[in-house]
C-alpha cells in the first residue's frame, strides 16, 4: 500500500471529485503520478494516493466534510514564463479564480502559488532597492510576469 511507504502525506478533504483532481494534478508536473485509491466497491475511490512533483499526497474523497480552502496552498516553482503561463491557465480553467501575487485558486477549491524560481532569488539579494523593487512589482500582478520583475529588479 502505498500509504504506508511514506511518514509523512499532506491529505486534503474533497466533499466530491477527488478522484478526477487527482488525475488532473499529476497531469500538470513531472515526477507526478497515481499510486493507487482504494474505498468501497462501485463507487469512486474513498483515499487516492499520488506523488505531486515528487510530494506525497492524498485526497480524502468523502461528502460531508470540508472543502479546500486558502487556509493552505500548494507553492510550485516554475524555471520560465512559459512554465508559469501554462500551470496558471490550466489551475483557473473551468472554474478556478486568479487572486493577487501568484496566488490562485482552482476549480476544486485549492489555492496554489505559481512562483518563478527567480522571484524567491530576488527577494533574498542583499541588496534592499533592488529587492524592494521587486517586491513592489509583485504586489502589483496577479500572475506574475518574470520579465516585469526582473525590470523592477534591476532598477
Not at 469512486?44 to 472543502?67: D, Q, R, S
Amino acid at each position: 500500500m502505498a500509504y504506508l511507504a511514506q511518514k509523512v502525506r499532506t491529505c486534503w478533504w474533497f466533499p466530491e471529485g477527488g478522484d478526477k483532481a487527482a488525475a488532473f494534478y499529476v497531469s500538470l508536473l513531472p515526477d507526478s503520478h497515481i499510486e493507487g485509491g482504494h474505498g468501497p466497491e462501485g463507487g469512486p475511490p474513498l483515499v487516492i494516493e499520488f506523488t505531486l512533483a515528487g510530494a506525497p499526497m492524498m485526497i480524502l474523497n468523502a461528502p460531508g466534510g470540508p472543502a479546500p480552502n486558502h487556509a493552505a496552498s500548494v507553492s510550485v516553482l516554475t524555471e520560465s514564463q512559459e512554465e508559469t503561463d501554462r500551470l496558471w491557465t490550466a489551475l483557473t480553467a473551468n472554474g478556478g479564480q486568479e487572486v493577487m501575487c501568484g496566488w490562485l485558486t482552482d476549480r476544486w477549491g485549492v489555492s496554489w502559488q505559481i512562483v518563478p524560481r527567480r522571484l524567491p532569488e530576488m527577494l533574498g539579494s542583499p541588496d534592499a532597492a533592488a529587492r524592494n523593487g521587486a517586491m513592489a512589482a509583485m504586489q502589483t500582478m496577479v500572475k506574475l510576469d518574470i520579465a516585469a520583475l526582473e525590470a523592477a529588479f534591476a532598477g
